[in-house]
């Protein structure tokens, strides 16, 4: 129904609604819609940042720390067209003689999906949604290690893309050991 308001200066307001068959019309005009994607919420999960040698870590003559960098990407839906995709990255940067820094991050978000196709939801999840939150996670670590003192890190790129495939491969054995 297509409905139009007086909004008292004189021009009249459309509300939007294209005229057809109620219910029936609108799940035509969705489904004749594209996929759709948009980001409804992201947020810090967890956050942990350790200085374990407090102002020893800037002794002069320390050697530059050896930083290990542990990626991870779940994703869990929360609704029929909402999924909460979590990216989790641990940090740890070591001396010969210990621990520098230890940084543990979980960073969600919560996207709403429209009209994907069944075999595209997952690649979706694990790849494109965790390539849109990273910025946001590198830059809370990048400010994180800075506020604790030292240098700020400042992570490269992640190839989600690989870790989706590694993810696949190391469950692929699996689904065949299954069928034997």
């Known amino acids: 129904m297509n409905e139009q ?11 939007g609604e294209a005229p057809g068959n109620g219910e029936a019309g609108a799940q035509e005009q969705q489904t004749a819609q594209g996929p759709r994607m948009s980001i409804v919420t992201q947020y810090i999960k ?11 870590a800037f002794a002069q003559g320390q050697t530059r720390p050896e930083i290990q ?3 991870d990407v779940r994703a869990a839906p929360l609704g029929p067209e909402q999924h909460e995709v979590i990216l989790e990255l641990n940090i740890e940067a070591k001396v010969p003689d ?36 990273f910025p946001f996670a590198r830059r809370i670590v990048s400010d994180l290690t800075r506020d604790g003192g030292f240098p700020p890190l400042m992570l490269d790129p992640i190839d989600f893309v690989g ?3 590694r993810r696949m491969a190391r469950a692929q054995p699996v689904a065949t050991e299954g069928r034997a």
Do not use: H, K, M, W
């Open 46 to 56: 967890d956050l942990s940042f350790e200085n374990p040698r407090g102002p020893l």
């Open 163 to 165: 870790l989706y495939r």
């Open 98 to 133: 210990g621990p520098v820094f230890l940084l543990e991050l979980t960073y969600g978000g919560v996207f709403a999906l429209a009209n994907i196709p069944a075999d595209s939801l997952q690649p979706l999840l694990l790849v494109e949604c965790p390539r849109l939150l």
């Open 69 to 71: 960098v542990r990626v």
């Open 5 to 15: 308001r007086n909004t008292g200066n004189g021009e009249a307001e459309d509300n």
